[in-house]
């Protein structure tokens, strides 16, 4: 199996920014496709970005592109989310998803077979 546990959360004034760490352990993390996905209270989880197991390929919900990156160290079985120009609407518990190589379909949560705990990210205005 796949444990995954993400850090880094926490409170930030509008257009601040977080950098997000989920750490992986149990399988090879080079052999696997990870993805961020976050729920705000009373919404549902949306998709937030990915980035592919083979090739550095990544994905961004429109909501976020320019103002986000997701990275990989593969040396250190890390994914990261590079929050900037955060705003309130950001609000929400982060989640890490991960899933064996290919993703049917990269929005999917339930393309993913395993996600961390969460973290909780709030943006002040």
């Known amino acids: 199996q796949v444990h995954l546990v993400e850090s880094g959360g926490g409170l930030v004034q509008a257009g601040g920014s977080l950098r997000l760490s989920c750490a992986v352990s149990g399988r090879t993390f080079s052999d696997y496709s990870m993805g961020w996905f976050r729920q705000a209270p009373g919404k549902d989880r949306e998709f937030v970005s990915t980035i592919y197991w083979s090739g550095g390929s990544t994905y961004y919900a429109d909501s976020v592109k320019g103002r986000f990156t997701i990275s990989r160290d593969n040396a250190k079985n890390t994914v990261y989310l590079q929050m900037n120009s955060l705003k309130p609407e950001d609000t929400a518990v982060y989640y890490c998803?991960?899933?064996?190589?290919?993703?049917?379909?990269?929005?999917?949560?339930?393309?993913?077979?395993?996600w961390g705990q969460g973290t909780q990210v709030t943006v002040s205005s």
């Open positions: 998803a991960a899933e064996y190589r290919k993703i049917r379909v990269v929005t999917a949560i339930d393309s993913y077979g395993y």
